[in-house]
């Protein structure tokens, strides 16, 4: 059985993509199949993990010219894990979409075809509650939720589990929320430790025991083209990822058994 994920929080600079690229890549590592779509704009997850931006084929021609997932897929360096890119022509899918049919439903569509030859299927979401979002929510089996400590840190979410809701009401009932990722925590400041209590309160039992730290390997590897279990795998920010991993995984094996 495959498991997609959404990772989505419709701000910028929270740690979405860096949660992409190292939970896919950690699963794969364990041997896992896993397929990661970069649904943003930014394409930072294809170049986080060192793929050209001038793919012949990407995300928007999946969305928009009907091309199979299938050909767009990229090979990394960890052997199991496949990209499915994006880059800048995905801005005008946005636009493009809002004018076809079951405009909502693409994404859906073309990863229904191959969903079983992969156990995991990660979609890096942009930082933006439109189509592309709505696309990625209408195909997952859950949603992702890195949240920065940082203040503010629970402005918009309301927002978001709102369009969850909204999603689960109209497009895709059996949308479920996987879990909220504190990142980027420094646990210097006071902070930090206001934002983790305030973020529990709000998602309850829906958020990891890992918290992310705040750490400059994860922030250097990207340029490398590398995730952090290649760039430094002893970093602190490796083992977080490490432990956030097992307990997708963990959680995977219980809903399993329930089934
Ligand atoms: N735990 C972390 N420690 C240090 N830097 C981080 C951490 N997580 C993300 N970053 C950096 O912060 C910036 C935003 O992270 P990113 O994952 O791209 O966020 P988003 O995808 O939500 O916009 C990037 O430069 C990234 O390298
Ligand atoms: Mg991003």
């Known amino acids: 059985m495959s498991r997609i994920i959404s990772v989505a929080n419709q701000k910028g600079g929270v740690g979405k993509t860096t949660t992409a690229v190292n939970i896919s890549s950690i699963l794969a590592k364990r041997g896992k199949k896993v397929m990661l779509i970069d649904a943003d704009p930014q394409g930072n997850a294809s170049s986080g993990l060192g793929l050209e931006k001038d793919a012949e084929n990407s995300l928007y021609d999946v969305l928009i010219n009907d091309v199979d997932i299938e050909s767009t897929l990229q090979d990394t360096d960890i052997k199991k894990l496949k990209v499915c890119p994006s880059n800048m022509s995905l801005a005008g899918a946005e636009v493009e979409l809002v004018s076809q049919m079951s405009r909502e439903q693409r994404l859906k569509e073309k990863i229904d075809v191959i969903k079983d030859e992969y156990d995991f299927i990660i979609i890096d979401c942009p930082p933006s509650l439109g189509l592309i979002t709505l696309n990625a929510f209408t195909a997952s089996d859950s949603v992702l939720i890195p949240v920065q ?96 991993t097992k307990e997708i995984l963990k959680n995977d094996e219980i809903r399993n058994n329930q089934e």
């Open 149 to 244: 400590c940082e203040y503010f840190a629970l402005e918009g979410l309301g927002q978001l589990l709102n369009t969850i809701n909204l999603v689960k009401k109209h497009l895709n009932k059996n949308l479920e929320i996987e879990g909220a990722v504190l990142t980027m925590y420094d646990m210097r400041t006071n902070l930090s430790n206001q934002v983790v209590k305030e973020v529990k309160r709000y998602f309850d039992d829906k958020v990891y025991k890992t918290v992310i730290p705040r750490n400059i390997k994860l922030s250097e590897a990207p340029s490398y083209g590398m995730p952090i279990t290649l760039y430094d795998g002893k970093s602190k920010g490796a083992r977080a990822y490490e432990k956030l």
